[in-house]
């Protein structure tokens, strides 16, 4: 069987059908939540169009409420799951061609979500496709399950998995090849800073200071207000020439906003980006704050000094790697003040020592931190027939060898009882998810869908 052809044959039914997808701006919107939509009216229109795709190509399928949905094909027993998402994180600003304007140049296609993870996600629905239009016997059912709150809280795998049934094993498109048989801890906790009596005669009050949309984000923009009668722009100047930084003053009403620009990234590697919030908050240590504010800017420079958390002693490694930390989302003003810390640790890593430890450093700089999310590490047996599988799959369409990988980021794959990392990005391939321009290598998609075609099929023939 000669897949890629199969896939060469669908190429301009792929890319169509793709561009159909990425035109929708699927971020989670919880302030347009409704029945069906429990994620907002965008995050449902890209449910319904690919429930849509899947009913005119004539699969079985299923709505679950509006956190995810399912496309079936095949008989038996057993059930295959390949676990995608539909959501996708903010756009951000300084795009070359529009977010969801998907554009095809040099070879790359240009989206939002092109490469995390409606682009996997429309190669591993064709693979699929294929799998159905050329009638291949199998003894396997096959489910592409396509979830709604993958970059947020992943509520929409646990709603459904209330409802449906777990897959006797899977694989999610939504990281990279060849094989990712283990993932590392995931975190995400909320520090609030208690309130402090107020100490007159500052010279300089933090109004507000504000950073990031997602946890799982590193924010590339950090803006700050200060009321002060001083004259700031000189100093702010050379701090931004001392450190290479971007940014702005403003000065009205007695008011400065200082504004940085750093550089978003995922926070699986924090160091592929530059915490704008972080890089704020040096220059506003070198200020004479008032305690609230001071003690505030104090805890985000001390907690988030460094990505492995080093700092805080509360670094591990193992094969999976390194333990990482990121602040994604900061609130300073005068009825919020808190920061949300995404950790991602390693399999072997003690984590509830680790936790306690973060826990009594916050409290030293008047914070309480609350837990908001809590994943354990995941992982597969190397000789696990799924990972045995796959790897001959890939190894025959690449000729390359399938060795095995961990990875910080944190897939649809665990929460199957047995479940995998498979693509859709090639080794020596730019990861630029959640980043301005994201891109997928067209070549990739179509290479990765051919693979798809034949996993589908060896797993549930």
Known sequence: MNWRQE????????LNDLKGLLTIPSVLDESKTGPNEPFGPEVRQALDYMLELGQRDGFITKDVDGYAGHLEYGEG???VGILCHLDVVPAGDGWTYGAFNPTITDGKIFARGSNDDKGPTMAAYYGLRIVKEL?????????????????????CVREYFKQEEMPTYGFAPDADFPIINAEKGLYDGVLKQLPIQRVTGTKHHLVSFISGERPNMVPDVATAVLKTNEVLEEQFEAYLEKYEADGTCVFEEGMYTFTIKGVAAHAMEPDNGVNAAYVLAG????????????????????????SRGISLGIEASDETGDLTINGGVFRYNDTERMATVNIRYPYTAKFTERLQNLKEIALSFGFELTTKHHMPPHHVSEDHPLVTTLAGVYERQ???????MAIGGGTYARSLEAGVAFGALFPGAKDVAHQVDEYMEVED??????????AIYELAK
């Open 445 to 454: 998609l179509l290479r990765a869908a051919a693979i798809y075609a034949e």
């Open 7 to 14: 896939v060469d044959l669908r190429k301009e039914a792929f």
């Open 77 to 79: 027993e057993e059930l």
């Open 283 to 306: 220059f506003l240590l070198t200020l004479a704050l008032d305690i609230q504010g001071e003690r505030y800017i104090e805890f985000v420079r001390h907690v988030f000094a460094d």
């Open 398 to 404: 690449t000729g390359e060898s399938a060795h095995l």
């Open 135 to 155: 009638g291949l016997p199998l003894s396997k059912r096959v489910r592409l399950i396509a979830g709604c709150d993958e970059e947020s809280e992943w509520r």
